[in-house]
């Protein structure tokens, strides 16, 4: 094991819980034929490969089975990474750890405090762990995963092996940590807070009681920069720095968009390949090729874009483009200029 | 270069740090004395709105533009890039499973532009190809089916304005003020005109079990595999299996081809990318409804399955981050909803609370729909603390901040309803604050 199994003291008491099989067999309503019958009739054999769900009471787990034993090393291999030997890490979720403490005045809030049905954990590392390829893992080493993660969080002891039977029946220390919302469940559901609409000398002191802390200022960035810079009411944590913005370019400055873009938007890709193949005019590494030792060609380039003008590669004309701003003329014409002949933009 | 800081045409980028003191100061007096000026920065542009100033004659009205077509799909203005999506920085670990926040504070009417719909994924965002697509219904069903998009695209549809608020929206402030706008305190909550089959339609055609069949889970087709549970009643009431969003089919970051929409619920719910639907007859405590999305009470046990997203509003101008560069008249304006139903009424409050009066809704007013308010301003100069309060038809009031700790504590993470205040300072900055 990685972990010793008694450096926690002894191994708690897998407690079972024999859950009165379920749910009485469907009534169906017989009969009823459908008004439309699109789509296609299918089996729950069909089926299957999607109908992944595992229930409180078990019903959904598959065939097959695993234990801690054999959990550590899948664990250690496709887990370990990213959650931490002992589950520990709070990278992404602490798998481990805390268990029992939530009522106290220091809630230690991880998988395994919160865990109120061992299913759970099985449905969701089979559906969707490893985060990086989910639906990967075999039956077998979901069960095992399963039960080594309870045994990270001494639920359960390094002895425990899984499978369809044993795991609904085992018992969360938190199984009674859950209750159902029932006034957030239907619309006429009850309010569990109730305020009063008072109009008129209410009962607020006007107190503040918090403001942004000052660590966390500027932790969002410019604010200046992420809303419009128009009308009397402006974003900016100061006139000056609304001021600031806006004489900075506001929007604009951000708004540019990279040059390959622009050729894309303002249709020049749709006769010039950037890397290539000759389509109407030449690739843009063609042209970079021949003019890039070229002192003139700046001025030439731009003269061409806004007369337009045929010759330097056929008979086929290059339209003038000079109704596009002559800052996007510019932009484009350095572009071409400086477009490695590899095509990547600079 | 025609540059005019009141209508936004164009500036010259200079970096900040190349605008001395006196130049934003300058700039500062010009813009605070109510002259329309030129940008700092440039010089000596003409500007080109009214108030005594020589109107000139700008480029574009001397060009001949690019031509039709030149944008097959149409952008927003490039002078509009700041208005996006953004991220809170530190929120999340990792971008696949992360959260971008909706701009609120530069969005009219009701209606969320379909690219600023706030994103929320799970395991990063899935390229589906709709003609491979599947829908399955089964479960306590008498036929199980399967769909593709051409059968659900032939079945009657609806189109219906809702609102989607994820159910952690507003999360950060349960504590303490913590995040300076409203984009940030507000933003994961989005409005869209949806058009779909309803729910009870694909129920009826599967020939479901009326007697047991209590609950639905609705599982994702992306790499989280996302599954919640949900109420039958729910689900035979106004939920919708939806393709359209806008007018077009649905964005990949909204579940393209197929989401569920249970429209007042919390957005977890909405299962984007959906491809499976079962029919149960008890809930099924998946992860995201027991691990996650759950809130914290008090007592040290966990509340679940709360689904509706109670009455709650904003006001989005003037919001936090913000600065109101004149005295006098001003419009304030914001959102309200409920989960339960249409609001019937807004009020505003300038003095954190103490004395309301009615803002006027915006039509339409529509069930589990944002609803815009507006209320007229004159601002005086003086600190002013701005709040509104949304009352829905149910008669459910939106509480103040500690009306809400009282009950939930204040680690509950999800659910934060409460009143937002938003306090105008003398210069007229306006900051993120909580008033008791």
């Known amino acids: 094991m990685s972990r010793s199994a008694d450096s926690r003291g002894a191994f708690r008491r897998i407690v079972l819980l024999v859950i009165a099989s379920a749910a009485a067999s469907a009534t169906l309503a017989a009969g009823t034929s459908p008004r439309f019958g699109f789509g296609k009739p299918v089996s729950e054999a069909d089926l299957a490969a999607w109908d992944i769900d595992v229930r409180p009471d078990g019903k959904g787990l598959p065939e097959g089975s695993g234990g801690v034993m054999g959990g550590e090393a899948i664990y250690e291999a496709k887990c370990a990474s990213c959650h931490g030997s002992f589950g520990e890490s709070n990278e992404y979720h602490v798998l481990a750890g805390g268990v029992g403490s939530l009522k106290s005045a220091h809630p230690e809030r991880t998988t395994g405090s919160k865990l109120n049905h061992a299913t759970t954990l099985f449905d969701y590392i089979h559906r969707a762990m490893p985060y990086n390829a989910p639906q990967s893992l075999t039956d077998d080493e979901v069960y095992a995963l399963t039960a080594y993660v309870l045994y990270l969080n001494d639920i359960v002891g390094d002895d425990l092996v899984l499978d369809r039977e044993s795991l609904p029946k085992l018992v969360m220390p938190n199984a009674e940590g859950f209750y159902p919302g029932v006034g957030f469940m239907s619309v006429d559901g009850e309010p569990d807070v109730k305020a009063p609409a008072c109009m008129k000398n209410c009962p607020m002191s006007g107190e503040e009681t918090s403001s942004l802390p000052e660590s966390v200022r500027g932790a969002h960035g410019n604010l200046a920069l992420q809303s419009r810079p128009l009308g009397y009411i402006r974003q900016g944590e100061s006139t000056a720095e609304v001021q600031a913005a806006v004489a900075g370019g506001g929007a604009t400055a951000v708004a540019e968009v990279a040059p390959e873009t622009l050729a894309e938007q303002v249709g020049c890709l749709a006769c010039h390949a950037v890397v290539g193949t000759r389509k109407l005019g030449p690739s843009f590494n063609e042209v970079q090729a021949r003019y890039q030792a070229e002192a003139g060609a700046r001025a030439m380039l731009l003269a061409k874009l806004e007369a337009g003008g045929a010759g330097n590669w056929g008979e086929m004309p290059m339209p003038s483009v000079s109704y596009l701003p002559a800052t996007d003329r510019e932009r484009l014409v350095d572009w071409i200029l400086s477009t490695p002949a590899t095509g990547a933009t600079p | ?436």
């Open chain 2, 1 to 436: 270069m025609k540059d005019s800081l009141l209508t936004g045409t164009r500036i010259r980028p200079a970096p900040e740090n190349h605008l001395g003191e006196e130049v934003i100061q300058a700039a500062r007096r010009r813009f605070m004395g109510g002259a329309l000026i030129a940008g700092a920065a440039a010089v000596a542009a003409p500007a080109v709105a009214a108030g005594g100033e020589t109107l000139d004659i700008p480029d574009w009205t001397r060009q001949l533009g690019p031509g039709v077509g030149t944008y097959p799909y149409g952008m927003p203005s490039r002078y509009e890039a700041n208005v996006q999506r953004r991220e809170s920085p530190g929120l999340t670990r990792t971008k696949q499973s992360s959260v971008s926040f909706t701009p609120l504070q530069s969005l009219f009417g009701i209606v969320t532009p379909s690219g600023l719909h706030f994103e929320r994924y799970h395991a990063g965002l899935p390229e589906i190809d709709p003609a491979q697509h599947r829908l399955a219904i089964h479960g306590l069903v008498e036929q199980p089916r399967v769909y593709t998009m051409d059968d659900l695209l032939r079945l009657p549809s609806e189109s219906r304005f809702h609102f989607v608020e994820c159910g952690a929206n507003t999360a950060m402030e349960w504590g303490n003020s913590a995040v300076p706008t409203v984009q940030y305190t507000h933003g994961m909550l989005s409005c869209s005109e949806y058009t779909g089959v309803p729910l009870k339609l694909l129920l009826e055609e599967s020939g479901y079990d009326r007697k047991n069949g209590k609950y639905l889970l609705a599982e994702g087709a992306d790499g989280a595999a996302l599954t919640r549970t949900v109420g039958i009643d729910s689900a035979l009431d106004d939920a919708m299996v939806v393709y359209a969003q806008n007018g077009e089919m649905l964005r990949p970051e909204q579940g393209y081809p197929l989401r569920l929409l249970v429209p007042g619920v919390q957005g977890i719910s909405q299962v984007k990318w959906l491809r499976r639907l079962e029919v149960g007859d008890m809930p099924w405590n998946t992860r995201e409804e027991s691990l996650q999305y759950a809130d914290f009470m008090p007592d040290g046990r966990y509340r679940q399955y709360t689904w509706i997203q109670e009455a709650k509003s904003v006001i989005t101008t003037p919001s936090g981050g913000q600065v109101i560069l004149e005295k006098g008249y001003h419009q304030v304006t914001g959102l309200a909803w409920s989960g339960r139903g249409r609001i019937k009424r807004v009020d505003v409050s300038v003095d954190g609370g103490r004395n309301w009066r009615e803002a006027t809704l915006q039509e339409p007013v529509m069930s589990k729909c944002l609803t815009r308010f507006r209320f007229d301003w004159n601002w005086d100069g003086g600190p002013a603390l701005l709040q509104s309060r949304a009352i829905d038809e149910t008669g459910y009031v939106q509480p103040q901040m500690n009306q809400l700790r009282e009950v939930r504590g204040t680690r509950s993470i999800y659910h934060n309803n409460a009143i937002q205040t938003w306090k105008v300072a003398k210069d007229g900055v306006v900051t993120n604050v909580q008033v008791s």
